[in-house]
C-alpha cells in the first residue's frame, strides 16, 4: 500500500484531477476545501460538458499547490493551513449529542447510598426514580439535615405501601 506522501506526489503530477483528488494533493479535507473554493482562496474547477462534472486541469492544479505553498490566495488575501485533523475531532455537535444520549444519568450521592441500603433491607433493585420519588412525597420541604436512618425508613416504607 502506498504512502500518503507518495500518493500525494503523484496526484500533484497528474494532469486532471477530480475535486477530491485536489483536496487530497493539497492534504486538505474536501469540506475544507469546497469552503476554501466558494470563499476564493482556490479557483472554481472546470467542468465537463457532458458530465457536468468539475476537475482540475494542469494550470489550475499548479495553481492551487502554489497557493498552499505560499499562503497567499487566489483572492489575494492571506490564507493559514492547519495540519490535517487525524482521528475523531474533538468536538463536533453530533459526538457531543451521542455522548449526552449514551451518558448515565447522574444520580444523587444520597440516593445512591439510600439504593444501597434499602437492598439491605430487602427491597430487590430499586430504582433511583423511584428512591427520589419517594423522597419527594415523604419529604416536600426537602431532607436536608434529616438522619439517613429516617430518610431510608420513610423510603423503604413508601415503597413497599406503592407495590
Do not use: W
Not at 448515565?104 to 444501597?116: A, F, M, S
Not at 430518610?151 to 415503597?159: D, E, K, S
Request: aromatic share 6%; proline share 9%; glycine share 6%.
Amino acid at each position: 500500500m502506498p504512502s500518503q506522501r507518495s500518493d500525494s506526489r503523484s496526484l500533484q503530477q497528474r494532469c486532471v484531477l477530480t475535486v477530491s483528488d485536489m483536496a487530497r494533493a493539497l492534504n486538505l479535507s474536501r469540506s475544507r476545501f469546497y469552503s476554501l473554493v466558494e470563499s476564493g482562496v482556490f479557483p472554481q474547477p472546470l467542468y465537463l460538458i457532458e458530465t457536468r462534472r468539475p476537475f482540475y486541469d494542469e494550470t489550475l492544479r499548479d495553481q492551487c499547490l502554489e497557493i498552499r505553498r505560499t499562503g497567499l490566495g487566489a483572492n489575494g488575501r492571506p490564507v493559514f493551513f492547519y495540519p490535517k485533523r487525524v482521528g475523531p475531532p474533538a468536538s463536533t455537535k453530533s459526538s457531543s449529542a451521542r455522548k449526552r444520549r449514551n451518558a448515565k444519568p447522574i444520580v444523587d450521592p444520597l440516593v445512591v447510598r439510600l439504593i444501597e441500603m434499602l437492598k439491605g433491607l430487602g427491597i430487590d433493585d430499586p430504582k433511583p426514580q423511584g428512591v427520589s420519588s419517594a423522597l419527594s412525597t415523604c419529604f416536600p420541604d426537602g431532607v436536608r439535615d434529616l438522619p439517613e436512618g429516617e430518610l431510608v425508613a420513610a423510603v423503604f416504607r413508601h415503597l413497599r405501601a406503592s407495590e
